[in-house]
């Protein structure tokens, strides 16, 4: 059987990843924890979502353009924040539009 440096290597790599994963994953969190934890990884992303919003006008417009037969009263607000919820997307240049 022909055996490749790398592909032990390789092999290593994965078993301490492995052993990692199970040492992080055995450990027992609260469940308050976990809620604590998902709010302060939210702040970052409404932050850079409400930059790309501001900065992104064009983008608002389209959407708000969309949302006025449908939501006529608060179409501004909503399309204000489904610019800001949808930013990964804008980052990777998918144009977010309701149609």
């Not at 490749?4 to 609260?30: I, N």
């Not at 992303?45 to 409400?50: A, E």
């Not at 708000?64 to 800001?84: D, K, N, V």
Request: hydrophobic share 55%.
């Amino acid at each position: 059987m022909y055996s490749s440096p790398t592909y032990a290597g390789g092999l290593a790599l994965t078993e301490r990843w492995c052993d990692v994963l199970r040492r992080v994953l055995s450990r027992r969190v609260s469940v308050e924890a976990m809620i604590e934890f998902a709010l302060w990884m939210a702040i970052p992303y409404i932050v850079i979502g409400l930059a790309f919003a501001f900065f992104g006008a064009e983008q608002v417009q389209l959407i708000e353009t969309q949302l006025q037969t449908r939501l006529p009263a608060g179409s501004e607000i909503a399309a204000y924040l489904l610019t800001a919820l949808s930013w990964p997307a804008t980052l990777f240049g998918v144009d977010v539009c309701m149609a």
